[in-house]
């Protein structure tokens, strides 16, 4: 998508550690008017037909993941960081390792807003190791539905996330894939 | 807001401890048509003259907030709960008692994105004790930034949030205010 890739290119800034910084229009300020953009992007690379939820994982997909919902006109529901290791019953749940947090984290979502009638499209704002949207599609297997793709804005290319999505024969699409990034320039894959 | 209180009354669980579960529409699946109307009401209540973003706190703010920014054709700007104790520089900051993790939480925002040229309202799903919004309000005072008020969808009256902020002359506006909750019956304020 060439106008996010430009507001990446004009905005981003590289830290070192392959570090992407975009939090000014993506995940702490957010140009709405940007995510609309997105979502109709969204709308022309997927088959939505029978659509009935967008799903995402809190936090920072939240934002892009409503206004997809809004355009498709559907509900959105998040995935919850789970408080604590006692999980009650009524959720599934789904096990994944946070390089945020740099430790596990449970995702959690209520089973009674999703089920084996739902046909849902999987939003994140970012995907680099994979390991929130490996849960999230955990949790969408738990609960029967069926899974039509994965939409996620920013890829990282030079990490194995987008690689192990796609070996499992999920339809991922990206807005953005950076191939390579360095603080003087950051390079996207065609 | 009637469109809101009947939901509330249809879809609503009251559970013990005056904990009300609206997660069906408002903060796990989210219905973004009504978060759509909700975003028309906050217009008509507040004068956003030269509103220049709607602020929010993650995690279940943001998906309202996205929307009521994208209706007033401003950035939406969410401060985010510190993974660690270290705070960095550039950053505003606020301490709060969280009560849903049961321990101290610092909100922080970075502060190239608010400034005393800003002019914000801020935006929340539900108003409890207030210890998320007074950490909100407080950042916003450390940037300089002008508030026009704060908008909330679901207000629990008989927690002592509300009368807090409005003592402090901020103009609040809550589209539902739960005077009292019990299992059989949800009793609104006028």
Not at 10 to 36: C, W
Not at 107 to 123: C, H, S, Y
Request: charged share 25%; aromatic share 6%.
């Amino acid at each position: 998508m060439q106008l996010l890739k430009e507001r990446i290119r004009k905005e981003g800034r590289v830290l070192p550690g392959g570090i992407i910084k975009i939090d000014g229009f993506l995940n702490h300020r957010v140009d709405v008017r940007l995510m609309r953009e997105i979502a109709k992007e969204f709308g022309r690379l997927f088959d939505l037909t029978g659509l009935t939820a967008v799903v995402t994982v809190e936090a920072s997909g939240i934002a892009v993941a409503a206004i997809c919902a809004e355009e498709f006109g559907v509900p959105m529901i998040f995935a919850k960081k789970a408080k604590s290791d006692n999980i009650e019953g009524g959720l599934y749940h789904s096990e994944i390792f946070s390089y945020t947090y740099k430790k596990k984290v449970t995702l959690i979502m209520a089973r009674e807003w999703l089920g084996p009638n739902d046909k849902v499209l999987i939003i994140d704002d970012f995907l680099a190791n994979g390991e929130a949207l490996r849960g999230l599609t955990e949790i969408v297997k738990q609960s029967g539905a069926s899974l039509i793709g994965i939409g996620v804005v920013v890829e990282k290319g030079f990490q194995p996330g987008g690689a192990m999505i796609r070996g499992q024969g999920i339809n991922l699409q990206s807005l953005a894939i950076i191939e390579r990034a360095a603080p003087d320039e950051i390079i996207f894959r065609d």
